[in-house]
């Protein structure tokens, strides 16, 4: 069983930044980052392989976020520049066990609202 605790989310102006942090309790495969604005579908926002600190990010954020980790601190960062209105939602740290597999521990997700 992993825990996962997100903190940095809040409300900021279009064009800032905010930093993300999900802190895990135990080993994980991947950690990613998920969104889900109201009316719309969760999206995978971006992802890490603890083991090979391979990335993956969506379309709407590469060039703007960067995930990276901190392998002492067992802790996931999402670095967000440049935000805009559309970056709005709830925003999810999940896991993916040792075992690979899904997402299959999620945190309890933490607002982002970005106002104009």
């Known amino acids: 069983q992993v825990q996962l605790v997100e903190s940095g989310g809040g409300l900021v102006q279009a064009g800032v930044s905010l930093r993300l942090s999900c802190a895990a309790s135990?080993?994980?495969?991947?950690i990613g980052w998920f969104r889900q604005a109201p009316g719309k579908e969760r999206e995978l926002v971006a992802e890490?392989?603890?083991?090979?600190?391979?990335?993956y990010y969506a379309n709407s954020v590469k060039g703007r976020f960067t995930i990276s980790k901190d392998n002492a601190k067992n802790t996931v960062y999402l670095q967000m520049n440049s935000l805009q209105l559309d970056d709005t939602a709830v925003y999810y740290c999940?896991?993916?066990?040792?075992?690979?597999?899904?997402?299959?521990?999620w945190g309890q997700g933490t607002q982002v609202t970005v106002s104009s």
């Open positions: 890490i392989r603890w083991s090979t600190g391979n990335t």
């Open positions: 135990g080993r994980t495969y991947a």
């Open positions: 999940a896991a993916v066990g040792t075992s690979g597999g899904r997402y299959a521990y």
